[in-house]
């Protein structure tokens, strides 16, 4: 994503700068956020690397395992974090993984921001397909995603290891025509669509 701001109202999503690793890395380690991400073990060095690597790497998407960063701000505050993982640059196909704080959580405030970042995605980046892949067990994840407009694909058997055990995970994706038809009827999101 060459943006490095999507304002929604209150909400913000902006690119996390490699000073803010401490940030990023205290959220992706939070006890509470851990069970519901499909990551696992990521170091602060790992961290610093991707975003100087975002930060001096302006045309995204190029190299398959690139990772880019953002934060979502409620005012100035930061109450979440999205990422976006390239799986395979030929096809523009793109991983998506998000948390928000368990303070933030419940109140809309992921849903605004992923859906004004994905229409930004597929509008100006114009990527081909974007997944998600949720624990199986993560039905607040799960039901995100559907009301975003992804569809399921399938169960992703034993997929994930985390908290010393092989865990399932579900295959969602979305593509253009799937963001089409979710934002038929949303003004907000055709501003972004059109940008």
Known sequence: MNESNIQISSIVVKSVLPEQV????????????????????????YLKKCLETQQDNH????????????????????IGWVSLTTKSALSRRYELGYTTTKKHRGKGYTYKALRHFI???????????????????NKKSINLLVRLGFKHEGLLRKHNYHDGEYVDCYMF?????????TIASDDDIKMSWNK
Not at 22 to 45: A, C, E, F, G, R
């Open 119 to 137: 229409a930004t995605l597929f509008g100006v980046d114009n990527i081909n397909r974007l997944e998600a892949i949720p624990y199986a067990d």
């Open 22 to 45: 401490d940030i990023l890395y205290n959220i992706i380690n939070d006890p509470d956020n851990l069970h519901h991400q499909t990551i696992n073990d990521v170091s602060k060095l």
């Open 59 to 78: 045309g995204f998407g190029y190299i398959d395992g690139d990772v880019r960063h953002h934060f979502i701000y409620k005012k100035k505050q930061v």
């Open 173 to 181: 994706s979305m593509l253009k025509e799937d963001l089409e038809e």
